[in-house]
């Protein structure tokens, strides 16, 4: 029996058993889908592109260069020169396929920290999708919200959870060339105490709650917390996702402070390192932070009410802060629809992060707290992730350290700090081109109109293209 046979064997015997679960059920859709798109995909790229750009942001952080051209080759960045340059003038260029982004301001692709990508749903709305959909409808979802991030110029993201291991799977079909995407770090299902704000069975009759609660990501006591992180390391996820405080969605009238003990916060955060994974810590109230901070967390997700205290630890530790200011405009708009999509505590609680948004960042940005950019789309909706730019300068940054909040810090935070977030010789090619200027006004980020990612062309709806879409 060949390999091959002996794998198709071994697929319907356990497709066939017990173990055949809802997760192992999303990951085969998956595939599926995944399957159908190949013929679609062209393969990765093995020639060149010479990508010539009116002005050029190669290093965010820095002022950026005037008429510049990139040679890109193998899906990398392989040299970039002052002016426009003949393809005759490099020693890869004599086959490479010209890309005129002359009249365009071309920076590097962006990334956000913070998604949720199997829904946009929330609210009441949410909850009934949590127990009408299954893992088939959340895989197709997810693969939909991948592309809309990656065409608004989102060359990589950071998936802070999600139920069914879907964005596990999905991670791995956008990184083999299957499927659309960013490329996304993912921290499968997060982490919370007992009636923590992870606890999936919040809101629901005692009798729903063991078909719930069955992920294994609740945990009590240090040991169980240990073990859970673990659960989540042999899932093969590339960052732990932990929630310290409550949050202004969990369906219970807790308030948004400390929910976590110390030695459970700590036993994560030290499992995690152990395994070198890093930890994002959803945390509102102050003292929740500070216990993440102390504990080691490597970013504080939110941070809606941290004080001076908070601020120090985070300048102390270097940790940094992902602010989701853009969940204040997916709660604005879902009421506008209906102002019954929010009920009880959890109505009150959106009213008043409305309208506390914001207050955090106007504390970090003069302190120099180290910022890093996320919308926690999902929250607000997928596609419209540039619109945390406008929030961020709204809220004491300029355009310059927004974009570099979305590219050379978020690279850092993502450990990709070597591949991504500058358009540096020998990392990944993945850009953006916009017209108009960024730097002086930072809302053209919401009409990226070309993206490349690892040297393919993904979007190019400029005028003279035919508005067309790669894949």
Same mark, same amino acid.
């Given at each position: 029996?060949?390999?091959?046979? !002996?794998?198709?064997?071994?697929?319907?015997?356990?497709?066939?058993? !017990?173990?055949?679960?809802?997760?192992?059920?999303?990951? %085969?859709?998956?595939?599926?889908?995944?399957?159908?798109?190949?013929?679609?995909?062209?393969?990765?790229?093995?020639?060149?592109?010479?990508?010539?750009?009116?002005? +050029?942001?190669?290093?965010?952080?820095?002022?950026? =260069?005037?008429?510049?051209?990139?040679?890109?080759?193998?899906?990398?960045? &392989?040299?970039?020169?002052?002016?426009?340059?003949?393809?005759?003038?490099?020693?890869?260029?004599?086959?490479? /396929?010209?890309?005129?982004? !002359?009249?365009?301001? %071309?920076?590097?692709?962006?990334?956000?920290?913070?998604?949720?990508?199997?829904?946009?749903?929330?609210?009441?709305?949410?909850?009934? &999708?949590?127990?009408? #959909?299954?893992?088939?409808?959340?895989?197709?979802?997810?693969?939909?919200?991948? =592309?809309?991030?990656?065409?608004?110029?989102?060359?990589?993201?950071?998936?802070?959870?999600? &139920?069914?291991? %879907?964005? +596990?799977? +999905?991670?791995?079909?956008?990184?083999?060339?299957?499927?659309?995407?960013?490329?996304?770090?993912?921290?499968?299902?997060?982490?919370? *105490?007992?009636?923590?704000?992870?606890?999936?069975?919040?809101?629901?009759?005692?009798?729903?709650?063991?078909?719930?609660?069955?992920?294994?990501?609740?945990?009590?006591?240090?040991?169980?917390?240990? #073990? *859970?992180?673990?659960?989540?390391? *042999?899932?093969?996820?590339?960052?732990? #996702?932990?929630?310290? /405080?409550?949050?202004?969605?969990s369906r219970i009238g807790a308030g948004l402070g400390q929910q976590m003990f110390d030695d459970e916060a700590r036993a994560i955060v030290e499992t995690a390192h152990l395994y070198k994974k890093k930890v994002a810590v959803h945390a509102h109230g102050a003292d929740g932070i500070a216990l993440a901070l102390r504990a080691g967390a490597d970013s504080i997700e939110h941070g809606t009410l941290m004080d001076d205290a908070d601020i120090k630890l985070l300048r102390q530790t270097g940790a940094y802060y992902v602010p989701t200011l853009s969940t204040v405009n997916g709660y604005k708009e879902r009421l506008a629809k209906n102002p019954d999509a929010y009920t009880g505590e959890v109505r009150e609680k959106i009213e008043w992060r409305i309208g506390i948004t914001g207050k955090a960042l106007e504390r970090a940005v003069p302190a120099g707290v180290k910022i890093a950019f996320g919308t926690d789309a999902g929250v607000s909706l997928h596609g419209r992730n540039a619109d945390e730019f406008e929030l961020m300068v709204a809220h004491g940054m300029t355009p310059a350290t927004a974009i570099a909040a979305a590219t050379v810090n978020a690279a850092d935070l993502l450990g990709l700090a070597d591949q991504v977030g500058s358009l540096d010789v020998g990392k990944r090619a993945d850009l953006i081109a916009v017209s108009g200027d960024p730097l002086s006004d930072v809302t053209v980020l919401k009409r990226v109109e070309f993206v490349m990612k690892d040297g393919r062309v993904e979007k190019d709806v400029r005028a003279g293209n035919g508005g067309a879409v790669a894949r």
């Open positions: 029996m060949t390999t091959r046979a !002996r794998m198709h064997t071994a697929n319907r015997a356990l497709i066939s058993s !017990r173990t055949f679960t809802p997760a192992l059920a999303g990951a %085969v859709l998956v595939a599926l889908a995944a399957s159908s798109a190949v013929a679609q995909a062209p393969s990765p790229t093995s020639s060149c592109s010479l990508v010539q750009a009116g002005r +050029l942001l190669d290093r965010p952080g820095h002022a950026p =260069r005037g008429a510049s051209t990139v040679l890109v080759c193998n899906g990398h960045i &392989e040299a970039v020169r002052d002016g426009f340059v003949e393809a005759s003038a490099f020693a890869n260029g004599a086959n490479a /396929t010209a890309v005129d982004l !002359r009249d365009r301001f %071309v920076l590097p692709g962006l990334i956000d920290s913070h998604v949720h990508l199997t829904s946009d749903k929330a609210g009441v709305e949410g909850q009934l &999708e949590g127990i009408s #959909k299954g893992v088939a409808d959340h895989a197709y979802e997810a693969a939909v919200n991948a =592309r809309k991030t990656l065409g608004a110029g989102f060359t990589t993201v950071r998936n802070l959870g999600d &139920e069914d291991g %879907v964005t +596990l799977a +999905l991670r791995d079909a956008v990184a083999a060339g299957k499927l659309p995407g960013p490329r996304i770090i993912d921290a499968g299902v997060a982490i919370s *105490a007992t009636a923590g704000h992870m606890d999936p069975t919040l809101g629901f009759r005692d009798e729903l709650h063991d078909a719930i609660d069955v992920h294994g990501n609740t945990c009590d006591g240090a040991d169980a917390c240990r #073990k *859970a992180v673990r659960r989540q390391v *042999a899932r093969g996820v590339d960052v732990i #996702k932990i929630a310290t /405080t409550g949050g202004v969605n």
